[in-house]
């Protein structure tokens, strides 16, 4: 299995930019596609964007394309996520998740091991 840690989150500004961290250890993590969701106060936890185990083909939510970018590294055992011109509506805690296989899925059922999160707090 896999354990993963994120890091990054902290409290920003409207307008500014974050980016997040996510590294694995236990077994290869080029294994692995790998995702990141967000849960805030009283929703249901929600996809944000998903890359494959290469990284050459990513997928983004309709509210992160084009503000957030995926990527990783691994030969660091790393995932990113760059998070620009943050609005208070991203306020959530942001979780990485990692699937055992190569593609990119969207359902949240469909990941085998979650992080603990990390909060991203946006002021207006």
């Known amino acids: 299995q896999v354990q993963l840690v994120e890091s990054g989150g902290g409290l920003v500004q409207n307008g500014d930019s974050l980016r997040l961290s996510c590294t694995a250890s236990?077994?290869?993590?080029?294994?692995?596609?790998m995702g990141w969701f967000r849960q805030a106060p009283g929703k249901e936890r929600e996809f944000v964007a998903a890359?494959?185990?290469?990284?050459?083909?990513?997928y983004y939510a309709d509210s992160a394309e084009g503000r957030f970018t995926i990527s990783r590294d691994n030969a660091k055992n790393t995932m990113y996520l760059e998070m620009n011109t943050l609005k208070p509506e991203d306020t959530a805690v942001y979780y990485c998740?990692?699937?055992?296989?190569?593609?990119?899925?969207?359902?949240?059922?469909?990941?085998?091991?979650w992080g603990q999160g990390t909060q991203v707090t946006v002021s207006s």
């Open positions: 998740a990692a699937r055992e296989g190569r593609f990119i899925v969207v359902a949240r059922s469909e990941y085998d091991y």
């Open positions: 236990g077994r290869t993590f080029s294994d692995y596609a």
């Open positions: 890359i494959t185990w290469s990284g050459a083909t990513t």
